[in-house]
């Protein structure tokens, strides 16, 4: 699985981060980044994206 954060939509607000760290950080915009997405993290990362509130995460 491979994702990404549309940074035009991102408000920064952490969901993703807090659910998956490791797969998620924040840039110097205080936005999110999503980074690679192990087999181990796609639980996680599939939580995030049905958490955010303003749909910014994107399967590629």
Do not use: R, W, Y
């Not at 998620?24 to 955010?52: M, Q, W």
């Amino acid at each position: 699985m491979k994702v990404h954060v549309d940074q035009d939509k991102c408000i920064g607000c952490g969901l993703c981060t807090s659910l998956a760290d490791a797969v998620f950080a924040f840039n110097d915009d205080g936005k999110a980044t999503a980074g690679d997405v192990s087999p181990d993290d796609e639980e996680a990362v599939e939580g995030a994206i049905a958490s955010c509130p303003v749909e910014a995460i994107v399967k590629d």
